[in-house]
């Protein structure tokens, strides 16, 4: 079965990075293109970026635009995203999501790890 | 960048009411809109994709409908577990935005 696992989430100063990771297990991972959502406490969901299956395209949010870098390495299964320059509204549960193409919709999601921006 | 806009944000009713959602783009998306369902804690889970197609394992009662900027998500007799956070999201173009939820709680 599909599996997604996000970490790398924690506790960090405004102004610091932080890199996420999402360990994809139980598909082919190079088939799919993959995003990232967050959601801020008691809040709704908010795209963050995307990254094609081969890695050659991305495109993210513009509250996140230059600051942040989505990735993959198809060759560990895993999906990527660098934070940098984090500020107090970046605070929020991250969660990676697979696209199926045939869907054009979210179908599997990570369990989310929590970035909170605080000094 | 298209924005999704949810009606009600929030919404009382009682088991076995019948229940809509809609969602407005600002824009033609087609068909390319998204339903997600919500529970406190846990992970989206995805219901209805293309507007209308029901993912598998989806109760029924759960159903979708619309196309261009006008979208709604029916709920025909609520069950206990239904009681959830709904969320609407267009697919057609980056960045995938989602509409800001609607709360369904219990009357």
């Known amino acids: 079965q599909v599996e997604l696992v996000d970490s790398g989430g924690g506790v960090v100063q405004p102004g610091r990075s932080l890199r996420l990771s999402c360990a994809a297990s139980g598909l082919t991972f190079s088939n799919y293109d993959f995003h990232w959502v967050r959601q801020a406490p008691g809040r709704g969901l908010e795209w963050v970026a995307l990254?094609?299956?081969?890695?050659?395209?991305?495109y993210s949010t513009d509250s996140v635009k230059g600051r942040f870098t989505i990735s993959r390495d198809n060759s560990k299964n895993t999906l990527y995203l660098q934070m940098n320059s984090l500020r107090d509204d970046d605070t929020a549960i991250y969660f990676c999501?697979?696209?199926?193409?045939?869907?054009?919709?979210?179908?599997?999601w990570g369990q989310g790890t929590m970035v909170t921006v605080s000094s | 960048d298209i924005q999704m806009t949810q009606s009600p944000s929030s919404l009382s009713a009682s088991v076995g009411d019948r229940v809509t959602i809609t969602c407005r783009a600002s824009?033609?998306?087609?068909?390319?809109l998204n339903w997600y369902q919500q529970k406190p804690g846990k992970v989206p889970k995805l219901l209805i994709f293309t507007a209308s197609n029901l993912r598998s394992r989806v109760p029924l009662r759960f159903s979708g409908s619309g196309s261009g900027t006008d979208f709604s998500l029916t709920i025909s007799s609520l069950q206990p577990e239904d009681f959830a956070t709904y969320f609407c999201?267009?697919?057609?173009?980056?960045?995938?935005?989602f509409g800001q939820g609607t709360k369904l709680e219990i009357k």
């Open positions: 999201q267009q697919s057609n173009s980056a960045p995938y935005t």
């Open positions: 824009q033609s998306i087609g068909n390319s």
């Open positions: 999501a697979q696209e199926d193409p045939g869907l054009r919709a979210f179908v599997f």
């Open positions: 990254i094609s299956h081969d890695g050659g395209n991305t």
